[in-house]
């Protein structure tokens, strides 16, 4: 094992994550520290990349607001997120999205993926 790789794993904690693949939706809950007072603000947007494995791995978040794109990258072993949630799965092809950068309106939208129920 690469001595690197058992660092990270012994000083980071587990957290209870849910899987999310480009194209989801989320809401990324993370903490903003304003001097001595400390908040929790939500992030919501679509994920158009995952980098890294293990410990330093890294999700972009792409939101429109007021008509201007915004993207944040996350770590996922950031101590500031305190959770997030799924919205919607999306139905893409690729796993860099970066062509919605291009897009606006109607065309910068991902299709919903559509399961089946088994009864």
Known sequence: MDL???VHE????KKDLPNFKPGDNIAVSYKI???????IQIF????IQINGIGST????????SNGIGVERI???SSPIIDEIKILKHGKVR????YYLRELVGKKAKIKEKAFSKKS
């Open 94 to 97: 690729r796993a860099k999205l």
């Open 44 to 47: 919501k947007g679509n994920v």
């Open 57 to 64: 791995k890294t999700f972009t978040v792409r939101k429109m």
């Open 4 to 6: 690197i790789n058992y």
């Open 10 to 13: 012994q000083v980071t904690k």
């Open 33 to 39: 520290i304003e001097g001595a007072k400390e908040r």
């Open 74 to 76: 996350f770590p996922i």
